[in-house]
């Protein structure tokens, strides 16, 4: 079963639950967890854990060979994200603004422009015990967080049985990244704080998953401090509220230092049960 | 020798723009015939990410051998500008046209 | 006219509150630009009345229509993003997977591909409670945030502030590091950059800051709840000196924030005690500096 996690925007409390409920769960069996927010992977500083593997990751870009080209001028206009340009007598690519279609390329009537691997980050995998994790970095500077997601989640497909559960950290927002992120989930914990900012992004997040078409239910963070607002949205809209985890500053504090935090909020743990326990319902139900 | 400024308007009085790849005008100032001429880049002020190395390659087509600028182009643009051998000065983007140019014909701007 | 872009890595930091916050001080003389587009909350604040919208396009999408297509399947052959697939025998686009390269649409060789706009959002002007002028937006669902509409907003902002002569652009920037923050940055006279004590907030610190020095931009940072972790905060506080970052203020732990948020009021509205102040002090602080 894969479960992704995420929110409408970042910092309400994403990646703290994925690493809590992943190190929990992984007391009892094998988990994978992957931090698939590619440009900020923030959940490696929560977890310690043995380097059992790195690897470089590339996309495909066109490389320009002089001796070939007659300066036709058809790549520059066949691509459209300004990634290859005329300049003179000169072709230059940009990798970076590159998406990888291939037109330019396949295009070029000289063979001008083959397609060659360039890096675009790094993929480690680390190993504590029975939890996996695996984090991908974009490199700065670097556009399409996309095919890096994709690259990641195909390495866990690889190297991974299916029977073992799955846990996504998403990229905040509604955009590709997340789109990408999510797509291949049975399953979405939407992360929010109970507060009107909260509540405007659970309702856009909400809209994204109902695009996408995924089951999911909402984890309340920091609950206690605003309104009932996002409790009231989600009693209206039938939307499971799997667990609140409650605001409380020994929290932040914790988090501060990069430490799990779960062992030591009681109530913490309470609630990480529930959500298992929801899981546990999802998967005797038929989901995969 | 042909200089260019990035700017928010077509005259020497005109304040200059501190950004490059959305830049509003080029003015381009030809030393030789002492002619001031504008090209409109605002098309590309809404543009995406990619519209450094686009209006880079514009300002290859105008043929400067000096940029004057405010911010400085990001590395995409910077590697356009080095391969057309354009010479670029940065931090101009609070002065106008008149005060830019001075300032570079005194040695006052920073090479990028 | 100057141009003030807070920024904070990621979110959570209170960087919102706290630019309402400025947003409100400055009053009738700052315009108020939303470029976090994604996930824009500065209206929860200010109340806009969302006058004037407009949708925006941006990038391509392609369409077969089914009328001039043989089905012959040289589409599905070249698009790498397996965007079109067979459905009910009929060669079709999903615009999900689209990336709009419109590779496709050279090659078809019944021209039966067309290459749409994309609606990606919508933007605004609204007038709001501070008496003066906001751009904001909205980000359509899993749309490309390319940095063009954040680049729309800013523009639009900057249209206003020459148009009516303000003093001052107070933008509340995007999170992370690609190019919706880059196209924040564009521009900038002063970036603030909001952060907190924690080992995730100096990462992403460190990292965001790379790119404002990039720009060769001044910057200030304040940071919030510093009162949470000490050890971290005099790290942050090593930082900034080293960097020449100037150094705004520290603020406290303070479920204020949340209050005010939850009234839907700017910390200058609801606070009593001096929480305020600091904000107040920070605000001439970075208008002496940049002026
Ligand atoms: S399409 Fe090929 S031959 Fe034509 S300009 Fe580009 S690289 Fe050169
Ligand atoms: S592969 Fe596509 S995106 Fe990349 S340079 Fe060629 S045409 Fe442009
Ligand atoms: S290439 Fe054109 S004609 Fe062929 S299947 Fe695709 S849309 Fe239809
Ligand atoms: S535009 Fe590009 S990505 Fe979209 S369907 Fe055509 S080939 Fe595929």
Redesign the pocket.
Same mark, same amino acid.
């Given at each position: 079963m894969k479960i992704a996690i995420a929110s409408g925007k970042g910092g309400t409390g994403k990646t703290t639950l994925s690493v809590n409920l992943s190190a929990y769960l992984a007391e009892d069996e094998e988990i994978v967890l992957s931090d698939l927010d590619v440009e900020e992977p923030n959940s490696g500083l929560f977890i310690n854990a043995r380097m059992v593997h790195e690897e470089e990751k590339y996309k495909m870009?066109?490389e320009w060979k002089e001796d070939q080209c007659t300066l036709c001028g058809i790549c520059q206009e066949? &691509?459209n994200?300004h990634?290859?340009i005329q300049l003179g007598e000169m072709i230059m690519?940009f990798p970076e603004l &590159?998406?990888? *279609?291939?037109? *330019?390329?396949e295009l070029c009537p000289t063979d001008a422009l083959p397609m060659i691997p360039k890096k675009m980050g790094m993929l480690k995998h680390l190993q504590n015990d029975k939890l996996s994790f695996i984090e991908s970095r974009l490199d700065v500077g670097e556009e399409q967080a996309v095919p890096l997601i994709k690259q990641s989640q195909d390495y866990i497909d690889e190297h991974f049985t299916d029977d073992i559960l799955r846990i996504y950290d998403s990229p905040p927002g509604t955009s590709c990244p997340v789109i990408e992120a999510t797509k291949d989930a049975d399953f979405v914990i939407l992360v929010t704080e109970p507060t009107p900012f909260g509540l405007h992004d659970l309702k856009i997040a909400v809209e994204t998953m109902k695009e996408l078409k995924k089951p999911f239910g909402v984890v309340v963070n920091r609950h206690g401090i605003g309104n009932d607002g996002v409790l009231r949205y989600c009693e209206d809209k039938d939307i499971p509220v799997l667990a609140k985890i409650p605001n409380d500053r020994k929290i932040a504090e914790l988090y501060s230092e990069g430490k799990l935090i779960y062992n030591e909020v009681p109530e913490v743990k309470q609630e990480l049960d529930k959500i298992i326990a929801y899981l546990r319902t999802l998967k005797q139900g038929g989901v995969q | 020798m042909k200089i260019a400024f990035t700017t928010k308007g077509t005259e020497w009085d005109s304040m200059m723009d501190p950004r490059f790849g959305r830049t509003e005008f080029f003015l381009i100032y030809d030393e030789e015939n002492d002619e001031l001429k504008p090209h409109d880049n605002r098309s590309s002020s809404n543009d995406a990410h990619g519209a450094g190395p686009k209006t880079a390659q514009v300002l290859f087509g105008l043929d400067p051998k000096v940029l004057i600028t405010g911010n400085g182009p990001g590395g995409n643009a910077a590697s356009v500008l080095k391969k057309a051998r354009i010479d670029i000065y940065v931090g101009a983007g609070d002065m106008t046209v008149k005060e830019a140019w001075e300032a570079y014909k005194e040695g006052k701007l920073k090479k990028f | 006219m100057k141009e003030i872009v807070v920024i904070s890595g990621k979110g959570g930091t209170g960087k919102t509150s706290i630019t309402a916050s400025f947003a409100f001080l400055g009053g009738a003389d700052v315009i108020v630009a939303d470029c976090d587009v994604d996930a824009a909350d500065m209206h929860l604040l200010l109340q806009p009345d969302f006058a004037r919208g407009e949708d925006f396009y941006s990038g391509e999408l392609a369409k077969i229509h089914p009328d001039n297509c043989t089905q012959c399947g040289k589409c599905a052959e070249v698009c790498r993003f397996e965007a079109i697939s067979v459905i009910d025998g009929m060669h079709t686009v999903d615009p999900l997977s689209c990336e709009g *390269?419109g590779y496709c649409a050279r090659i078809c060789p019944t021209n039966a591909i067309e290459n749409l706009s994309m609606n990606v959002g919508k933007w605004y002007i609204s007038s709001i409670k501070t008496g003066s002028l906001m751009v904001h937006a909205r980000l359509g669902i899993g749309a490309d945030n390319s940095g063009k509409l954040v680049a729309k907003v800013k523009n639009e902002a900057k249209r206003l502030a020459e148009e009516t002569n303000k003093d001052y652009i107070i933008v509340d920037g995007s999170p992370g590091i690609g190019c919706p923050v880059v196209s924040s940055l564009s521009g900038a006279s002063f970036v603030v950059l909001v952060t907190e004590p924690s080992v995730s907030g100096l990462h992403d610190l460190k990292r965001v800051y790379e790119l404002v020095k990039k720009f060769n931009l001044k910057a200030g940072c304040i940071i919030n709840k510093s009162d949470i972790n000490e050890k971290v905060t005099q790290e942050i506080e090593a930082f900034l000196r080293e960097e020449n970052i100037l150094h705004i203020v520290n603020l406290p732990y303070d479920e204020q924030f949340t209050k005010a948020m939850t009234n839907g009021q700017t910390i200058i509205e609801s606070d009593t005690n001096g929480l305020k102040q600091m904000i107040v002090d920070s605000w001439s602080k970075i208008k002496l500096t940049i002026n």
């Open positions: 870009v066109p066949v &691509c994200f990634a290859v690519v &590159c998406h990888g *279609c291939y037109a *330019c390329s | - | *390269c």
